[in-house]
């Protein structure tokens, strides 16, 4: 498993002082959004398979198509994939016409069913896929990749999330007079500053908080594909006091 670095980081500083003595002392902090990714090759992947029949009968049509999908569930099974991993649709039917001399002529009846395939076999994946469009009466479509361990992988991304704050954090206080951090809060969605000192530092929080709120709709905990790689990101809003 390969695992990246990059993150993107939203950084809301606030200094807070105060001179009346029935408040609490207030104090500075960091708020940062910074953004963990883990990639990975997939080792599971699905692609439709859609049949039909065109025949003068309903009856026909239907029969035709039981054929079909026994032959091509038995040929799906010889390639190792399992019959729990083959779902089939409902079966729908319709009358088809064709258009000709200003006119719509009645040509059948066609049954149409769509096999959702699914194997664990990533070798085997070209073999099968690549004998399945070599039929003329089969439609393939929507091939997709993912990863039977996205559970951990997510977990993973927010460690990496973490680290990356912990490294910017520190990278900031290179910057600044503060030289030590403590972490006060995390979270996977926006959370707001402590110890606000006046309204125009909370509008600025707001604001901050407002656009990382619709940034993490897109972009926390989203599974992407690649180059043949599962990428997975996930975000954290972590806040440090620092001193």
């Known amino acids: 498993m390969k695992t990246l670095t990059s993150f993107f980081a939203v950084i809301l500083m606030i200094s807070c002082q105060t001179t009346n003595t029935d408040n609490p002392p207030k104090f500075k ?14 080792d599971i992947a699905a692609f439709r398979v859609q049949l039909k029949c065109l025949k003068n009968s309903v009856m026909a049509s239907k ?3 039981v054929d079909k999908s026994n032959e091509l569930q038995d040929q799906l099974i010889g ?12 079966v729908e039917l319709d009358k088809r016409y064709r258009y000709r001399n200003r006119a719509y002529i009645f040509i059948g009846y066609e049954s149409v069913t769509t096999m959702t395939v699914t194997t664990k076999s990533m ?8 004998a399945l469009l070599e039929n003329k009466n089969l ?23 973490l680290e990356n704050a912990n490294l910017l954090a520190d990278e900031l206080l290179l910057k600044l007079p503060e030289t030590e951090k ?25 604001l901050l908080n407002t ?11 989203v599974v992407a594909i690649n180059n043949g790689l599962i990428k997975v990101y996930a ?7 620092i001193q």
């Open 79 to 90: 390639y190792g994939i399992h019959q729990e991993d083959i779902l089939t649709s409902a």
């Open 139 to 161: 439609n393939l479509d929507r091939l997709s990749f993912t990863h039977s361990k996205l559970d951990s992988l997510h977990k993973k991304a927010h460690l990496v999330a």
């Open 123 to 130: 070798e085997s994946l070209a073999n099968i896929y690549s």
């Open 211 to 221: 656009e990382a709120d619709y940034m993490t709709e897109r972009v926390s905990d």
């Open 235 to 241: 975000t954290l809003f972590v806040e440090y006091q």
């Open 63 to 65: 029969e035709c198509l």
């Open 182 to 206: 403590e972490l006060l809060k995390i979270g996977n969605v926006a959370i707001k500053a402590s110890n606000h000192a006046t309204d125009n530092i909370v509008e600025e929080s707001v």
């Open 29 to 42: 902090t960091i708020l940062l959004r910074v953004q963990g990714q883990v990639e990975t090759v997939p």
